[in-house]
T-cell receptor, first 109, second 114 residues
Framework: DAKTTQPPSMDCAEGRAANLPCNHS???????VYWYRQIHSQGPQYIIH???NNETNEMASLIITEDRKSSTLILPHATLRDTAVYYC??????????FGKGTHLIIQP | DTGVSQDPRHKITKRGQNVTFRCDPI?????LYWYRQTLGQGPEFLTY????????KSRLLSDRFSAERPKGSFSTLEIQRTEQGDSAMYLC????????????FGPGTRLTVT
């Protein structure tokens, strides 16, 4: 599985778009990028995943660079309930996911 | 809602006792995973099953830990002779056999060893 690098923390104002970056420069061609989030004391919540193309669902959008070395998770209209630790994971979907420390996103009222 | 469920949600036990946790995956998901999470850290992979077969075990899974999935549906994780270092959140996840293998997590079982 590829190693990922994320900023340890970020702030975002409520109602604004939250853009969370992730570097995964060693990702291989068939490895997916997964995003999860975890609210304190709960299990991780699946958000979105992608391989090459940008993806969008009801929760977020995932933008993957053409060289696949980095990606950005976009929460279009952040709310206070989006305050959580966000994990970017490259590869490992078929067997065990390797979680790093993630980004602690704090939504400010 | 037919998400992943785990039982119990909390368990307090004394050092040296055995404990068993249960995980019920999303129905028709053939892969089931166990993770452990300690305070301030991300989840760490322990083991996973495809149907009833245990396909991979992490080095974290010492010989005091055993997991089963006898009929390819629910799974149990047993810890024998618990130690204080086993105190953690134990998470279960399941995934379907579609090519993306997105894993869906349960709420976890919080174990405290006193």
């Amino acid at each position: 599985d590829a190693k990922t690098t994320q900023p340890p923390s970020m702030d975002c104002a409520e109602g604004r778009a939250a853009n969370l970056p992730c570097n995964h420069s060693t990702i291989s061609g068939n490895e997916y990028v997964y995003w999860y989030r975890q609210i304190h004391s709960q299990g991780p919540q699946y958000i979105i995943h992608g391989l090459k193309n940008n993806e969008t669902n009801e929760m977020a959008s995932l933008i993957i660079t053409e060289d696949r070395k980095s990606s950005t998770l976009i929460l279009p209209h952040a709310t206070l309930r989006d305050t959580a630790v966000y994990y970017c994971i490259a590869g490992g979907g078929a067997d065990g996911l390797t979680f790093g420390k993630g980004t602690h996103l704090i939504i400010q009222p | 809602d037919t998400g992943v469920s785990q039982d119990p949600r909390h368990k307090i036990t004394k050092r040296g006792q055995n404990v068993t946790f249960r995980c019920d995956p999303i129905s028709e998901h053939n892969r089931l995973y166990w993770y452990r999470q300690t305070l301030g850290q991300g989840p760490e992979f322990l083991t996973y099953f495809q149907n009833e077969a245990q396909l991979e075990k992490s080095r974290l899974l010492s010989d005091r830990f055993s997991a089963e999935r006898p009929k390819g549906s629910f799974s149990t994780l047993e810890i024998q002779r618990t130690e204080q270092g086993d105190s953690a959140m134990y998470l279960c996840a399941s995934s379907s056999k579609d090519y993306t293998y997105a894993q869906y997590f349960g709420p976890g079982t919080r174990l405290t060893v006193t």
